[in-house]
C-alpha cells in the first residue's frame, strides 16, 4: 500500500487567486494522478503525472490552469490558478504502487468565494 | 468514446445480505479494474483490483470480471452497516471511474 498526505486539507480562496496543493506519498511511485471530485459526483481525472516528463491533461483541462510539478518520485504539486467559484472542488492526489494498487489521498477541500 | 457505466441507485439490502453491485464498460480492450469504497466525506479507499476474468475473493467481498460480456461486479457478503457508502469501480489503464453507487445497509 501506500501512505498519501495532502497539504492544505481545506482552504477557501478568493476569485483570481491561485492555490498550490502538496501530495508526498511514504515510497517511491512512477505514476501519479490529480483528480477533481465534486460533490455528489464521481471522480474526474485532471492529469497524469510521471516523473521526469511533462504532466499528461486530460479533455477540459490545460497547464496553464492547472500546472503540475513532479520533481522526485515522492511528491507533486497541482496549482488551481485564477480561480472561479466553479474550481469549488475536493482536488485528490493518487498514485500507483509498482504492484499496480492505486491509492488516493485525503484530498484537499477548495471553496472559491 | 470510452466508458465505465454504473447504477447511480441507490441500493438498501438488509443486513446480513449479499449486496451487488455491477459496472458494464465499452472499451473490449480494458483488462483490469479497480474497487473503491467511499464514506461520505472520505476519499475512496480501494477495496480490491482484478485483473483476469473470472472471480476474486477477498474476504466478504468477491469481485467479477467477464469481458464477454464487458462486465465488472462486487458481491459483499454478510453486509454490515459499516458497509454503508459509495463504491466506485474504475477502469485500470485510463482510470476511468463510474458514477459509483450508493449502498445502504439496513439493520
Redesign the interface.
Known amino acids: 500500500s501506500a501512505v498519501i498526505s495532502q497539504k492544505p486539507s481545506r482552504d477557501i480562496c478568493q476569485r483570481g487567486t491561485s492555490l498550490t496543493i502538496q501530495c508526498q506519498v511514504d515510497s517511491q511511485v512512477t505514476m501519479m494522478f490529480w483528480y477533481r471530485q465534486q460533490p455528489g459526483q464521481s471522480l474526474t481525472l485532471i492529469a497524469t503525472a510521471n516523473q521526469g516528463s511533462e504532466a499528461t491533461y486530460e479533455s477540459g483541462f490545460v497547464i496553464d490552469k492547472f500546472p503540475i510539478s513532479r520533481p522526485n518520485l515522492t511528491f507533486s504539486t497541482l496549482t488551481v490558478s485564477n480561480m472561479s467559484p466553479e474550481d469549488s472542488s475536493i482536488y485528490l492526489c493518487s498514485v500507483r504502487t509498482g504492484a499496480g494498487e492505486q491509492y488516493f489521498g485525503p484530498g484537499t477541500r477548495l471553496t472559491v468565494t | 468514446q470510452k466508458e465505465v457505466e454504473q447504477n447511480s441507485g441507490p441500493l438498501s439490502v438488509p443486513e446480513g445480505a449479499i449486496a451487488s453491485l455491477n459496472c458494464t464498460y465499452s472499451d473490449r480492450g480494458s483488462q ?1 479494474f ?1 474497487w ?1 469504497r467511499q464514506y461520505s466525506g ?5 477495496i480490491m ?1 482484478i ?1 483476469s476474468n473470472g472471480d476474486k475473493e477477498d474476504g466478504r467481498f468477491t469481485a467479477q470480471l467477464n469481458k464477454a460480456s464487458q462486465y465488472v461486479s462486487l458481491l459483499i457478503r454478510d453486509s454490515q452497516p459499516s458497509d454503508s457508502a459509495t463504491y ?1 469501480c ?1 477502469e ?1 489503464n ?7 453507487t450508493r449502498l445502504t445497509v439496513k439493520p
Not at chain 2, 42 to 46: A, D, F, I, R, T
Open positions: 483490469s479497480f473503491y472520505k476519499s475512496p479507499e480501494l483490483s485483473y466506485l474504475a485500470y485510463d482510470m476511468r471511474f463510474g458514477a459509483g
